[in-house]
Nanobody
Framework: QVHLVESGGGQVQAGGSLRLSCAAS????????IGWFRQAPGKEREFVAG?????YYAGSVKGRFSISRDTAKNTVYLQMNSLKSEDTAVYYC?????????????????WGQGTQVTVSS
């Protein structure tokens, strides 16, 4: 049994920064692959970043976002810098004991409730 809780979302001006947190319980984040996804209204859920042994990033956020893991706190973070209006979405963290395609939502087993990120111009 794994539970995920996202936090850290909010409203920020373009060019600003936010740090999202994904707190896991029931299993250490070191044992499961953790992915961050986002979904804007009317759009499909898309991969943002993921980490197990190494980090992976979507091309749209590479160089601006950074994913990290704190094993002691059983938490994964997503540091978001140089935010753009296009980054506005609900951000979700997800995990699975095994993963087939790290950028595919259907390959994840457990999901958090999501946290809203709004970037204004």
């Amino acid at each position: 049994q794994v539970h995920l809780v996202e936090s850290g979302g909010g409203q920020v001006q373009a060019g600003g920064s936010l740090r999202l947190s994904c707190a896991a319980s029931g299993r250490t984040v070191d044992d499961y692959y953790i992915g961050w996804f986002r979904q804007a209204p009317g759009k499909e859920r898309e991969f943002v970043a993921g980490i197990h042994f190494d980090p992976y990033y979507a091309g749209s956020v590479k160089g601006r976002f950074s994913i990290s893991r704190d094993t002691a706190k059983n938490t994964v973070y997503l540091q978001m810098n140089s935010l753009k209006s296009e980054d506005t979405a609900v951000y979700y963290c997800a995990t699975s004991p095994t993963i087939g395609r790290w950028d595919t939502p259907s390959d994840y087993t457990y999901w958090g409730q999501g946290t809203q990120v709004t970037v204004s111009s």
